[in-house]
C-alpha cells in the first residue's frame, strides 16, 4: 500500500508560466530592493537581496520542477540560516516570504516521492530559521503551521482536481458505453430482420421464386445499412453488457415530449423535414439529447413556463434546439453539469456539436447539430 502510494505520479499538463508568475516573482524582487535601500544597515545587502532573487526565481519553476524550485529555494535559504547562527548578523528580507509557494506547489504538482523529498527538506530547514531568529513557542508552532498548511492546501486542490477529472472522465466512458450498446441494438435487431427475410426467401424458392429474388434484394440492402452500422461501432468502447435486440427511441418519438402546460412545465416541439431516414444511432443519440435538456429545464429552469423543442432535419445535418423562457442564468444548471457534459460526449462521439449556456432572448438554451449519418470517434 504504502509502496502504491508513493508511486503516483505527477499530475498531467501543469500550466505553463503566464504573466502572473513573472508579476509575482518580479514583485518579490522589488520589495526586497525597497526594504534593503530603506535599512540602515547595508553590510550585507547584496547577499540579501541574492537569496530573494533566487526564492523569487524558482517560483518559476514551481508547477514544472516542484522539487527542484523546494531543494533550491529552501537550500539556500538553509545555507543563509546556518551562515547567520554562525557568522552573520542580518535577518532575511521579506522577498522570501515567497517559500509559503513552493510547499503548495510541491503538493499540488509534485509525484509523491517528491513530494516526500520535498517536505523532508522543509522540515530540515525549519529548526535552523527557527534558530537563527529566537521566537516564543507559539511563534514556532505557528511557522510550521504555516508551511504545513500551504503543503495541506495543495494536497487538497490536487484531490479535488482529480477527483473532478475522473468524474468527467466517468461521463465520457458511460456515453460510450451507452452508445455503442445503442449500435449493437440496432445492428442485432437488423440481423434479426435479415434472417427474418432469408427464411422466408427459402420457404418461397420452390413454390413464387419472384418473390424469393424480392427476398434477395431486401437481404442485401439491409445488409449494406448493417454494415455500414457496424463501421461506426468500430472505435466505441462498450462494456460488453448483453441488450436486447429491440430498437431504441429515436428522433420521431421527440413529439412525445411535448405535454401542456399547467402544474407543470409545459413542452412544445416541432419537428421538421425527412427524420424518420436519419441513422438509428443519430436519431437515438437525439432524443436522449432532447430528453435530457427537457428534464433539465423542467428541475432547474428559474421562472420558465414553456420549453420548446426544435427539430430540423436537412440533407446533411440535424439540428436540435431545446429552449425555455426562465430567467437566464449562467449557473441555473451548475448541478446539471455532469449531464451537459455527457450530451456533448454523445454528440461529439457522432460527429456533431452541443452547445449550451443562456439564450439570447433569455432562458436556457440547448443547441446540438448532428450530421444524419454516424461518424464515431
Known amino acids: 500500500m504504502r509502496a502504491g502510494i508513493l508511486a503516483e505520479p505527477r499530475p498531467a499538463h501543469p500550466p505553463v508560466r503566464v504573466w502572473r508568475d513573472w508579476a509575482l516573482s518580479s514583485a518579490l524582487v522589488a520589495i526586497s530592493l525597497v526594504e534593503v535601500l530603506l535599512r540602515d544597515d547595508r553590510a550585507w545587502a547584496p547577499l540579501l537581496v541574492g537569496v530573494s532573487v533566487v526564492v523569487a526565481a524558482c517560483l ?37 516570504a515567497g517559500l509559503l509557494v ?3 506547489a510541491l503538493l499540488r504538482w509534485g509525484a509523491a516521492r517528491e513530494a516526500a523529498v520535498g517536505l523532508g527538506i522543509i522540515l530540515i530547514w525549519l529548526p535552523f530559521t527557527l534558530i537563527a531568529d529566537p ?61 427474418v427475410q432469408a427464411q422466408a426467401g427459402r420457404a418461397l424458392s420452390a413454390a413464387d421464386p419472384q418473390r424469393a429474388l424480392a427476398t434477395l434484394v431486401t437481404i442485401e440492402e439491409e445488409a449494406s445499412r448493417t454494415l455500414k452500422e457496424m463501421r461506426a461501432l468500430v472505435g466505441v468502447l462498450r462494456d460488453g453488457t448483453d441488450a436486447e435486440l429491440a430498437p431504441r427511441r429515436g428522433v420521431v418519438d421527440i413529439e412525445r ?81 455532469y449531464g451537459l457534459r455527457g450530451m456533448a460526449e454523445r454528440a461529439s462521439l457522432l460527429g456533431g456539436t452541443l452547445r449550451a449556456g443562456p439564450g439570447p432572448d433569455g432562458g436556457w438554451s440547448v443547441d446540438a447539430s448532428l450530421p444524419r449519418t454516424a461518424s464515431a470517434s
Not at 79 to 96: H, N, P, Y
Not at 153 to 168: E, F, K, N, P, W
Not at 317 to 328: E, P
Open 60 to 96: 518559476l519553476w514551481r508547477r514544472t520542477r516542484p522539487l527542484a524550485a523546494v531543494a533550491v529555494a529552501f537550500g539556500t535559504v538553509l545555507a543563509f540560516d546556518i551562515a547567520r547562527i554562525a557568522v552573520i548578523d542580518a535577518t532575511g528580507l521579506l522577498g522570501i
Open 102 to 104: 513552493l510547499p503548495y
Open 135 to 195: 521566537t516564543s513557542p507559539a511563534e514556532k508552532v505557528a511557522g510550521y503551521g504555516f508551511f504545513l498548511f500551504s503543503a495541506a492546501l495543495g494536497a487538497a486542490v490536487r484531490y479535488r482536481t482529480r477527483s473532478h477529472d475522473r468524474d468527467i472522465e466517468q461521463v465520457r466512458l458511460h456515453q460510450r458505453n451507452e452508445l455503442a450498446r445503442e449500435l449493437h441494438d440496432t445492428v442485432g435487431h437488423r440481423v434479426l430482420a435479415i434472417a
Open 257 to 337: 415530449l411535448a405535454r401542456p402546460g399547467g402544474e407543470v412545465l409545459g413542452v412544445h416541439v416541432q419537428v421538421s423535414g425527412d427524420v424518420e431516414a436519419v441513422e438509428p444511432a443519430v436519431s437515438t443519440a437525439l432524443y436522449l439529447i432532447a430528453a435530457e435538456a427537457v428534464t433539465n429545464a423542467t428541475r432547474h429552469a428559474s421562472g420558465a413556463t414553456q420549453v420548446t423543442v426544435d427539430v430540423t432535419a436537412s440533407r446533411s445535418q440535424v439540428h436540435l434546439r431545446v429552449r425555455d423562457d426562465g430567467v437566464a442564468s449562467t449557473t441555473s444548471f451548475a448541478h446539471a453539469g
